[in-house]
Structure formats: structure tokens, C-alpha cells
């Protein structure tokens, strides 16, 4: 134990940067699909009902599994499991460019996207891990480092795909093996996190009994229920404006709605970076209370302001709601704080499958109704989650 505690003291922040550097790689392998989609069509004549279930696929493998891997992470964890994720990863994504069937390619592309599953997770607790005593600013790092990469992936996917072909993205397995081996050689395997095989290992006791199973009491579940609520509503705001934020703000007579959704884009990781450092601060409640605030006030300006106002929205809307990123997965450690890996799991996959699903609702009132009438509509449930943020943070000593 002496010898951990000496090398997370003086390398923890290499490893740390090693761990958000593979949050990036995952996250870009994940993000690349979407853009280049297209392209397999072209290469393979999908028709539409294929390529949506390609992004059905890279949404159920790579969201939904997460509480899954999230389970198994708890009990036998590893974080050089995270190296062999980035691996997994960056070789099957990108050998979807080769495949020339399309039943093969979906298989692929969902047995890749499941490695995101593992990932999201077990590196989010290894990251809490390195933090120590800084757990909002060491989270939000891994976190922070990971948003970029869907702009990324969306830039050098649609260019290798344009200039030089789909197949040629088999060349992106080599980033993809040199992250894993910057992350070898970090020392991210040396890391120990609290699992229920380490525990056993350093003889806890009786202690060793209560960790078995989740004990997730009613309280617990009930708690959790409304953290999810929350985290649907804020994936569920955010998707759809990043969706039809151009169009908003078109028929609001805005000439640079591109720019504002750049600007949005932009906010995303810059809100999750500031929201961990003062959660370190300030304390996770207040930041709850506020992001949740201010970004109910940027889809209200959004839905009601005229052509410069609802700008505005746009404009800052992903830093506001990006600002309670961290302190979902924080307050979802303090309400299963014996499964951390399953408790990220379920705050970081289930809202990102269930707030897409849910567009789905809200594209459909915009097709019936408008898209400025379901920006209204959508103000509602998101109001209902803000004021519950005011009661929301589950401590186990309550």
C-alpha cells in the first residue's frame, strides 16, 4: 500500500493525463461513426432504415452497456482493462472502412462501441481515484479532455473519408495503439482502485460481507430515479439544440446561427472543466442549483427571446448545463458509494440512451407543431428537473 501511495503522490497527474488522454481516443472512435456514415452508404447502397441502425447500434453498445461494465468494474476492475478498451477500440472502428458487408459491418461497429461501455465507467473511477482530495477538478479533467473529442473525430473522419476514401480509415489504428501504450507506460495499470476483489485482498473484515451485493435500498433507488430525470432532461435539452439550434435560430431571423452553435460546442468542455473546480469550491449542491438554473434561463431565452436574445440561449446554453456534468457522477457515487463504476455506468449511459430516444417525442412535435412550439414544450419537464435539484444530493448519512 506504502508503495501506491508514494507513486499516486508523484505521478498521479501523468496518469491522470494518460487516463483523459484515452477518454479522448475512446471518445473519437465512438464519434467518428456518425459523420462518415454516409460514406458506407455510399460504399455499400444502405438505404436509411440500415444507417439508422448503425446508430442504434453504436447508441445501445455504447451508452446502455455502461451500467453492465459498470457492475463488472466494481467487483474485478482493472485500470489496465482501460488499455486493452483503447485497443479494442481503435482496431475494430477502424477496420469498418474494409468491410464490405453490411451485416458485418454492424456487428463490428456494435462490438467496438461496447468498448466505450467499458470505458466511460471504470475511467471515471480511476480518475476520482487519482484526484484524492480533488475529486471535482480530477474528474472534470477527464471529462473536459474527453468533450473535444466529437468535433475531432467529426473533422479528420469526414476528411479522410472525402479525400482519400472510406478505407482508409484503417489507418487510425495507429493513434489509437500509441494512446495505449503512452497510457502502458504512464503506469495506468499500476493504479488501485477500490473494488470488491482489492478489498478482499487487504482483509477488511466484516466490511468485506456488506460490499457483496449493492444494498440499494428504497431511499437509494428513489434518489437515483430523480438524479436520472435530471441527467435525461439536461442530454434531452442539449442534443436537440445542438440538432436544430441552426434552424431556431433561422426562423427567429438570427444570420449566424452556425457561429452560435460553435460557440455552443465550444461551451461544452469549458462548463464541465469550471463546473469541477467549484464543485471543489463551493460544494456540489450550489453548483447543481445553478448550472440546472441558468440553463432552464437559456432555454427560456431560447424559446421566447427574439432573434439576438435567443442567440444568446444558443450561445451559452452548452456551458450552463455542462457546469453539472461533474456532480452527476459525483452525486452518483454518494448514492451507490460501493459501486462507483456502476453508479457512473448508469448516470453517463441511461441518459444518453434514453435523452436520444427521446428526441424522437419532441422531433415529432416540431413536425407537428413547429420547432420554436417544441422548444417551449421541452421548457416544462426541464423546469420540473431544476427545482429538483434544490433537493437533490443523497448523502448516506442522512
Not at 508514494?6 to 471518445?27: C, E, P, R, W
Not at 455552443?264 to 453548483?287: A, C, F, N, Q, R
Not at 427521446?358 to 416540431?366: E, H, V, Y
Amino acid at each position: 500500500m506504502g508503495q501506491i501511495e508514494y507513486s499516486l503522490k508523484n505521478i498521479g497527474f501523468k496518469q491522470l493525463m494518460a487516463v483523459s488522454l484515452g477518454h479522448f481516443t475512446n471518445d473519437f472512435y465512438v464519434g467518428i461513426i456518425a459523420p462518415i456514415s454516409v460514406y458506407f452508404a455510399y460504399k455499400l447502397g444502405l438505404n436509411l432504415t440500415q444507417q439508422g441502425l448503425i446508430s442504434v447500434a453504436v447508441l445501445v453498445f455504447a451508452s446502455l452497456l455502461q451500467p453492465v461494465f459498470g457492475l463488472l468494474s466494481d467487483k474485478k476492475g482493472k485500470p489496465k482493462h482501460l488499455i486493452i478498451s483503447i485497443v479494442w477500440i481503435s482496431v475494430l472502428i477502424s477496420l469498418s472502412g474494409v468491410i464490405n458487408n453490411f451485416y458485418i459491418l454492424l456487428l463490428v461497429i456494435a462490438l467496438g462501441s461496447a468498448a466505450s461501455a467499458l470505458y466511460h465507467p471504470l475511467g471515471s473511477t480511476t480518475a476520482v481515484t487519482l484526484g484524492r482530495r480533488s475529486k471535482g477538478t480530477s474528474l472534470s479533467i477527464f471529462m473536459t479532455i474527453g468533450g473535444f473529442a466529437g468535433t475531432a473525430a467529426s473533422i479528420v473522419g469526414l476528411w479522410i473519408a472525402s479525400k482519400f476514401g472510406i478505407e482508409k480509415i484503417i489507418f487510425l489504428i495507429l493513434p489509437g495503439a500509441l494512446v495505449a501504450l503512452y497510457m502502458y507506460y504512464s503506469g495506468v495499470q499500476n493504479v488501485k482502485i477500490d473494488t470488491y476483489e482489492n478489498r478482499k485482498k487487504d482483509n477488511i473484515g466484516d466490511k468485506i460481507e456488506e460490499v457483496k451485493k449493492l444494498n440499494l435500498t428504497k431511499k437509494s433507488m428513489f434518489w437515483l430515479g430523480i438524479l436520472l430525470y435530471i441527467s435525461i432532461m439536461k442530454v434531452l435539452g442539449g442534443r436537440f439544440i445542438i440538432t436544430y439550434g441552426i434552424q431556431i435560430l433561422t426562423l427567429k431571423n438570427f444570420a449566424y446561427g452556425a457561429a452560435l452553435l460553435s460557440i455552443h460546442l465550444l461551451g461544452i468542455p469549458i462548463g464541465t472543466m469550471s463546473g469541477g473546480i467549484l464543485i471543489d469550491k463551493i460544494g456540489e449542491k450550489k453548483v447543481f442549483i445553478f448550472g440546472m438554473l441558468l440553463s432552464l434561463s437559456s432555454l427560456t431565452l431560447i424559446g421566447y427571446g427574439s432573434s439576438w436574445i435567443a442567440a444568446v440561449g444558443v450561445g451559452i446554453l452548452g456551458f450552463c448545463y455542462s457546469l453539472t456534468n461533474t456532480v452527476g457522477v459525483l452525486v452518483s457515487h454518494k448514492i451507490i458509494p460501493d459501486s462507483q463504476s456502476f453508479a457512473t455506468g448508469i448516470i453517463m449511459g441511461i441518459p444518453g440512451g434514453i435523452g436520444s430516444l427521446a428526441m424522437i417525442i419532441f422531433s415529432g412535435l416540431a413536425d407537428a407543431n413547429g420547432l420554436i412550439y417544441s422548444v417551449k414544450a421541452l421548457i416544462l419537464p426541464f423546469a420540473a428537473a431544476t427545482a429538483l435539484t434544490y433537493f437533490m444530493l443523497y448523502r448516506r448519512n442522512q
